[in-house]
């Protein structure tokens, strides 16, 4: 295989950048009355074509770089006429996925973008205006774009087939995702005196078992990876719709972010801390440590599970439970991930960068790409497949919070406009400010609330 990606070093710093890349948009149901583009024909006999993969995950070291040089390797096997050069985002960043739409805006000015690019599911909106991803139903049919999500065998699951849809068109195929899962070292539960085979259900019984473990053992307690700005906000969104919020109206005009329950959530997050069951750690502190076995608990994306056991193993128990709740009210996950869009305009290349979609999302892709990193595979049926991932499943119990949560998940909704992510980053600045700075929640929240409703169109209010 050629050597076509540069490599971050240290895997935790990488498994980071896996987290901050992650994100979940919500397309409109109006369908789309735009023209549509020229269909596109099938490659000729023989036609040699070659294109570029844009993914952030070519710029992480370990699981995976490797899965995806694996996975490109089988498909140039496969299609033999057919050469992918998979890269990184362009950009001075540490964090590749940070420089993904810089770099394929920088990319587009220049006439050379990338054939096939990993976008967050929260850049939906952005991707489609800004960017001009091309509507896969236009370029290769409707029933075409359905056939591959049926699959051979084992089809999308329902909820997650339209995450890459806008106005009624599909643009994106969605590729990877998670759910905030609870992970939990039950030898420090154990220690603490509490029972590892009843772990919290509810926000209030985290705090609690944090406080006894940090009270027990001398170690951290809990920690809530949703809530720091370099965790964009997919976990966050979920933190406050459990509590019977939203961050933006439903039709996406209005910002809802300073409102009672998310205000609530905030303080509850704050709480934690001043109570001491959570410590004021960064992103990448927290997952160190508790990849180390010095944290209780974490609530995190499956994107690490197998950093997680690796850290674990030979060590201490790792554990895994659902999502905890606000007592009284029902958990609503929502999904972090990414979909995979065509931006080329050579029909020749759009032709093989669907070839290259269809075979990432096959029902062999991800059996690699579940059993390598711990994603879900969206081919939920295959985890009852002995011949796939049931034996996998059956020793990693750890998945089995995530596929429940899977069921019955909302998507993450994308900001709308081209400042998108200062409202995004604002936002999550504020949250940050008022968990771990002391910040009055309810000011901070409103304050900035304010500023970002002048970057969304008609005013966001």
């Not at 905030?180 to 085979?197: K, Q, S």
């Not at 019955?408 to 940050?432: I, L, N, T």
Request: one cysteine or more.
């Amino acid at each position: 295989m050629r050597s076509k990606k540069t490599l971050l070093a240290g895997a935790v710093s990488a498994l980071v950048i896996t987290l901050t890349a992650t994100g979940c948009g919500l397309g409109s149901g109006t369908p789309d009355k735009t023209a549509p583009v020229k269909r596109v024909p099938e490659l000729k006999a023989g036609q040699k074509v070659s294109i570029v993969l844009e993914s952030y995950n070519f710029g992480q070291a370990g699981a995976w770089t490797d899965t995806f040089n694996e996975l490109i390797t089988e498909f140039e096997q496969a299609h033999p006429n057919i050469e992918v050069t998979g890269q990184k985002p362009q950009g001075n960043s540490a964090n590749p996925a940070s420089d993904t739409v810089t770099s394929l805006q920088s990319q587009l000015a220049t006439g050379n973008p990338p054939d096939v690019a990993q976008l967050g599911f929260s850049d939906l909106d952005f991707t489609v205006n800004q960017l001009k991803a091309a509507p896969l139903d236009d370029l290769f049919g409707k029933d075409a774009v359905q056939k591959n999500f049926a699959g051979t065998t084992y089809p999308y699951a329902k909820n997650a087939r339209t995450l890459g849809d806008w106005k009624g068109k599909t643009y994106g195929v969605p590729f990877v995702f998670s759910t905030p899962v609870l992970y939990y070292n039950a030898e420090l539960f154990t220690a603490a005196g509490l029972d590892p085979a009843k772990p919290p259900a509810t926000w209030a019984e985290v705090e609690r078992a944090a406080l006894a473990i940090k009270k027990k053992t001398g170690k951290d307690g809990a920690y809530v990876d949703c809530l720091t700005k370099s965790a964009k906000d997919w976990c966050f969104q979920s933190l406050v719709r459990s509590n019977g919020g939203r961050v933006i109206s439903d039709d996406r005009t209005s910002l809802r972010f300073a409102e009672p329950a998310a205000v609530e959530t905030v303080r509850t997050m704050q709480g934690m801390v001043r109570s001491g069951a959570m410590p004021n750690r960064t992103q990448m502190q927290a997952v160190e440590g508790f990849t180390r076995g010095d944290l209780g608990m974490i609530l995190e994306s499956s994107a690490v599970q197998g950093t997680f056991e690796k850290g674990a193993k030979d060590k201490w128990e790792l554990r895994s439970a659902a999502m905890p709740s606000f007592a009284g009210k029902p958990v609503v996950p929502t999904n972090s991930g990414a979909s995979l869009f065509v931006l080329a305009k050579d029909p020749a290349k759009q032709r093989a960068a669907w070839e290259l979609i269809k075979f990432l999302t096959s029902e062999e892709a991800y059996t690699t790409i579940s059993t390598k990193i711990g994603y879900l595979p969206l081919r939920t049926e295959l985890v009852n497949d002995p011949a796939a991932l049931k034996p996998w499943a059956d020793k990693n119990p750890l998945i089995k919070p995530n596929l429940e949560q899977f069921a019955r998940m909302e998507p993450w909704v994308s900001f709308p406009g081209a400042s998108y992510v200062q409202v995004r980053d604002g936002m999550m600045e504020a949250v940050e400010n008022s968990v771990f700075q002391g910040a009055d929640a309810g000011t901070t929240l409103r304050t900035k609330q304010d500023e970002a409703a002048k970057l969304i169109p008609g005013g966001g209010r």
